[in-house]
């Protein structure tokens, strides 16, 4: 009787072992999902450079593709003063939004951009600020599909740039800096 007592015990010690065990790795685990949510260094920001249907090309840019600017974005880290070659530029209205990642992420504030193609099915361009809408992009992870508030809007080239951040990481690719995000090289 004894020895049964204790071999039901030692399991229950031992299921609650592991029990823990497994928490901890799950807290760790959401842990680092969130981190990789609300700091941008964590992400890869190359893109394939395919660009939604219906996105018109810019006629006539400030910077043509083929050409190099400086790059005063500062939306992810190490971008604000590095050298972008144009890989793209288009003439749309680019959004900041704010969501929550589809896959249980910290929710991401004032995201810089998305542009209105990547909007699923939205109303006509501009939105107002406030407008609910979906995303159809995948810039960050959790972002396809998620629920977004428009902070802001606006009417301008947008371009999709090459660049080497200030830490020596290759970006190509990279969906989307502003015309007042560029400055001309002297």
Partial sequence: MRQKKWMTGLSAMLLVTTLAACGDAEEEQTSDSTEEHSD????????????????????DPTFPVGSTAMMTADHMPGMDGTEATIVGAYDTTVYSVSYTPTDGGDPVEDHKWVIHEELDNPDEAPLEEGTEATLATDHMDGMDGAEATIDSAEQTTVYMVDFTTN???DV????????????AMN
Avoid: C, Y
């Fill in 40 to 59: 941008h260094s964590m992400m890869d920001h190359s893109g394939s450079g395919e660009v939604p249907s219906g996105l018109s090309e810019a006629t």
């Fill in 167 to 169: 830490d020596g990481e």
């Fill in 172 to 183: 190509t690719n990279h969906k989307w800096v502003t015309e007042d995000e560029l400055e």
